[in-house]
């Protein structure tokens, strides 16, 4: 188990304080246990790069560290009427789409990592999830703006990689 490998399992570990603080409104707080967590994404990939710490594993859980971070507040603000269902059911079945494919390739032995649209893509929820739980002005229009580039960042990985959608 790898120190990279270690964050991102610590990120995961601490997804529930972050759900909690926001479901009970403590903003300022939620806040910064969600950039926290966000920015440890960038910490785990910075020491598995730079130590050589790189994994098939941390190439898995990564990802999915995201997935659930982003997709578990998303549902979070929705419940508060903070954010737009249909922006966070789009966000969400893009994020099983690109899972699906990433699934599929891993069968063939071969990990997919995010191309630099979806880090992208990342980078703009983020900042539209910390909008949101502070209820600030065009919160709700940042978080379209993650939709669409989430979706021409999708298209573009499922085009990359479509060779892995018609594997049996």
Same mark, same amino acid.
């Given at each position: 188990?790898?120190?990279?490998?270690?964050?991102?399992?610590?990120?995961?570990?601490?997804?529930?304080?972050?759900?909690?603080?926001?479901?009970?409104?403590?903003?300022?707080?939620?806040?910064?246990?969600?950039?926290?967590? *966000?920015?440890?994404?960038?910490?785990?990939?910075?020491?598995?790069?730079?130590?050589?710490?790189?994994?098939?594993?941390?190439?898995?859980?990564?990802?999915?560290?995201?997935?659930?971070?982003?997709? *578990?507040?998303?549902?979070?603000?929705? *419940?508060?009427?903070?954010?737009?269902?249909?922006?966070?059911?789009?966000?969400?079945?893009?994020?099983?789409?690109?899972?699906?494919?990433?699934?599929?390739?891993?069968?063939?032995?071969?990990?997919?990592?995010?191309?630099?649209?979806?880090?992208?893509?990342?980078?703009?929820?983020?900042?539209?999830?910390?909008?949101?739980?502070?209820?600030?002005?065009?919160?709700?229009?940042?978080?379209?703006?993650?939709?669409?580039?989430?979706?021409?960042?999708?298209?573009?990985?499922?085009?990359?990689?479509?060779?892995?959608?018609?594997?049996?």
């Amino acid at each position: 188990m790898t120190l990279a490998n270690k964050v991102t399992i610590a990120r995961i570990i601490f997804i529930p304080l972050a759900l909690i603080m926001v479901l009970n409104q403590v903003n300022g707080l939620a806040a910064l246990i969600f950039l926290v967590l *966000s920015f440890s994404d960038a910490i785990d990939g910075y020491i598995a790069r730079k130590y050589n710490q790189v994994s098939d594993l941390g190439k898995l859980l990564d990802p999915l560290a995201d997935k659930i971070l982003i997709i *578990s507040l998303l549902i979070a603000l929705v *419940s508060l009427g903070k954010a737009s269902v249909l922006a966070v059911i789009l966000l969400t079945a893009r994020e099983l789409i690109v899972s699906g494919l990433r699934t599929s390739a891993a069968k063939a032995g071969v990990i997919l990592p995010a191309g630099p649209l979806g880090k992208w893509k990342t980078i703009l929820q983020v900042i539209a999830i910390f909008m949101l739980i502070l209820d600030l002005p065009l919160a709700n229009l940042t978080l379209w703006a993650a939709v669409l580039l989430g979706y021409i960042s999708g298209g573009e990985y499922l085009w990359q990689n479509q060779k892995y959608l018609h594997m049996k």
